[in-house]
């Protein structure tokens, strides 16, 4: 069956990065990929978690959020502290984000990374942790500069939905795709070319060792595309 926007199986949605969005964050972009819109910032403030404090090490984590009319119907606020679903998003932003470091010795300073889904169409989580790396390469050049330390940052991170939808192997789904998706997956890769995070589900059955090899096959295929748009919006080589 063709896809809902006549993509290639292979094929990304347009994407962009807009870095410096935020006039008031360390760093930040907005990150699109499709109809998918993310607002991401990155603050540096000082001190670091109780079990971290006199250790002279930083920390680096993240935040989740999508406002209400991000998606088809309006969702309540997460006024009393953030759901299931968002608490596992943000873990895995935070995990991913501590990928481009090999260590946290810039001070006792913690990098907080705010992910607010503008607009959801699929991938939302993955296009957080692309747009959320390029706001926090961007705040640890901030604290190089204004604080004197070494930029501990060492490598690009980026993020890709796939999947396995009317029996094809998909890149980038959206929300449709992704709703009625027999496998459903996302996969986190580290420039230049090691894996982070697979994280994969058979949504109405299983799948063969075959089908998962094809579907990071496609993630590959994506992410060094994703990689190169990310070295482009910050001069990295």
């Given at each position: ?77 997460e ?35 705010d ?19 390029v ?28 999947g ?31 894996y ?9 059955g ?17 992410i ?14």
């Amino acid at each position: 069956m063709p896809r809902p926007d006549k993509r290639a199986n292979d094929a990304l949605r347009p994407l962009t990065l807009e870095r410096g969005v935020s006039p008031f964050a360390e760093g930040s972009c907005k990150v699109t990929m499709g109809d998918t819109v993310v607002y991401c910032t990155a603050s540096v403030e000082q001190g670091t978690p109780p079990w971290r404090k006199g250790t002279g090490l930083g920390w680096i984590t993240a935040e989740y959020a999508m406002l209400p009319r991000a998606t088809l119907s309006r969702t309540q606020r997460e006024r009393r502290g953030a759901g299931g679903r968002t608490t596992e998003i943000q873990r895995l932003i935070g995990r991913s984000l501590r990928a481009t470091v090999d260590d946290f010795g810039f001070g006792e300073y913690t990098i907080r990374v705010d992910c607010d889904v503008l607009q959801a169409d699929g991938g939302t989580r993955t296009a957080s942790i692309t747009g959320a790396t390029v706001a926090l390469v961007d705040a640890l050049r901030w604290l190089s500069s204004t604080h004197g330390v070494d930029n501990p940052f060492k490598r690009l991170v980026a993020a890709v939905s796939v999947g396995i939808v009317d029996g094809e192997p998909r890149l980038d789904l959206c929300y449709v795709e992704d709703a009625n998706a027999g496998v459903d997956a996302n996969v986190v890769k580290a420039f230049p070319d090691h894996y982070v995070e697979m994280q994969g589900t058979g949504e109405n059955g299983t799948f063969a060792r075959e089908e998962w090899d094809a579907l990071l096959a496609l993630a590959d295929t994506g992410i060094k595309q994703i990689f190169v748009a990310q070295r482009e919006v910050l001069a990295v080589t």
